[in-house]
């Protein structure tokens, strides 16, 4: 059984990958289990196996503690803790060879607050790995791309559990952008010749600086293109995420 935690920025295409990877797993043969850990989201592309939902309501938590949306859910995620234990018997009831957990939209809340480290931990003490997905939008560019890329370390090293980096929703931008970006994860070079292509002065210095920060801790390989809608790439993302787990 293995616990593989869904993890990007909003809109970034979590709940999407989540839905096509469980059917993937399904029609494979596999058993999988899915978790939605949002207590704010409204709709889902999939019926969730366990639903933090169904223990936390978002709208009542900031009526009574009189909370606007963002502090409501900060408050939400912290009494997701609370629940860890029953969500975890539900998770794993009948012994699922893997549970996809959907974690919140905004992920700075879940991912920068003491609460989420602290969830992952209960909820999965072995078997278990991020997947972090690079929003192609914001990857576009070289020093959006840089930043994504920090952002993926600063998960990696927050939660210290094996990471696979995923390019989400490749449906959603050309061909081209898909090549230069994977591109830019395999020739340092190139990254760092369009940085000083598209920003000069202190940008450009920063931006060069990180890149070069960045390629000493090896973070600029492995990305894996996906489209969940055309169910792109599923196929090399689950045999990635099935090495890491039989390897734990």
Not at 6 to 14: D, L, M, Q, R, Y
């Amino acid at each position: 059984m293995g616990y593989i935690f869904i993890v990007g920025t909003a809109g970034s295409g979590k709940s999407t990958l989540t839905d096509a990877l469980a059917d993937y797993i399904a029609a494979n043969g596999l058993t999988c289990h899915t978790m939605n850990l949002d207590p704010g989201v409204r709709w889902l592309p999939y019926y969730p196996d366990v639903d933090v939902r169904e223990y936390v309501n978002y709208e009542d938590v900031m009526t009574k503690l009189n909370l606007g949306p963002n502090g409501g859910l900060i408050a939400c995620t912290d009494m997701i803790a609370e629940w860890t234990t029953r969500l975890k018997e539900e998770a794993e009831e009948g012994s699922p060879d893997y549970i996809l957990v959907d974690t919140p939209g905004q992920m700075e809340i879940f991912a920068f607050r003491s609460a989420g480290p602290h969830i992952i931990r209960s909820l999965a003490d072995h078997k278990s790995m991020i997947l972090y997905l690079f929003d192609p939008f914001l990857s576009k560019t070289s020093t959006g791309f840089v930043s994504v890329l920090l952002l993926s370390v600063s998960i990696q090293y927050r939660f210290f559990l094996p990471q696979l980096n995923v390019l989400s929703k490749t449906d959603m931008v050309s061909r081209e952008d898909v090549e230069r970006i994977l591109g830019w994860t395999q020739n340092y070079d190139m990254l760092l010749d369009a940085i000083e292509k598209e920003a000069g002065g202190t940008v450009g210095e920063i931006n060069t600086a990180l890149c070069h920060l960045l390629g000493t801790m090896s973070t600029l390989s492995g990305l894996i293109p996906t489209s969940a809608v055309k169910a792109d790439g599923l196929d090399l993302l689950y045999t990635e995420i099935d090495r890491i787990l039989q390897e734990l």
